[in-house]
């Protein structure tokens, strides 16, 4: 599987941006897709997943309510849709694709994941 990340960019703070992850193959559907970020001199860190068959989701703390994941299996992408951003949401993110065990944590684990896309950077002014 390749992932390609796109729609980053600068925005102010209270605004709005809607990432892109195109997936090549044909089992996209099979994938739990994922949402990472890396902000400046720290760790990459957990933001969302959309899980595979069922489409549950889930977010770290600090962007649920904010954050939205989506997937469409019909064009092999997974969108993350950010509003109300904040300047600590500054960092390049990254989509990824898996197959956790379902009863397995990993799904917010790097090591949950096999793929991850190129990256895509978020700048949020203040």
């Known amino acids: 599987v390749q992932l390609q990340a796109s729609g980053g960019g600068l925005v102010q703070a209270g605004g709005s941006l809607r990432l892109s992850c195109a997936a090549s193959?044909?089992?996209?559907?099979?994938?739990?897709m994922a949402w990472f970020r890396q902000a400046p001199g720290k760790l990459r860190s957990f933001v969302a997943v959309i899980r595979r068959i069922v489409g549950r989701t889930y977010y770290g703390d600090s962007v649920e309510g904010r954050f939205t994941i989506s997937r469409d299996n019909d064009k092999n992408t997974v969108y993350l849709q950010m509003n109300g951003l904040k300047p600590e949401d500054t960092a390049v993110y990254y989509c990824?694709?898996?197959?956790?065990?379902?009863?397995?944590?990993?799904?917010?684990?790097?090591?949950?994941?096999?793929?991850w896309g190129q990256g895509t950077l978020v700048t949020v002014s203040s």
């Open positions: 193959g044909r089992t996209f559907e099979n994938y739990d």
């Open positions: 990824a694709a898996g197959t956790s065990p379902w009863s397995s944590p990993d799904y917010y684990r790097d090591r949950g994941y096999d793929y």
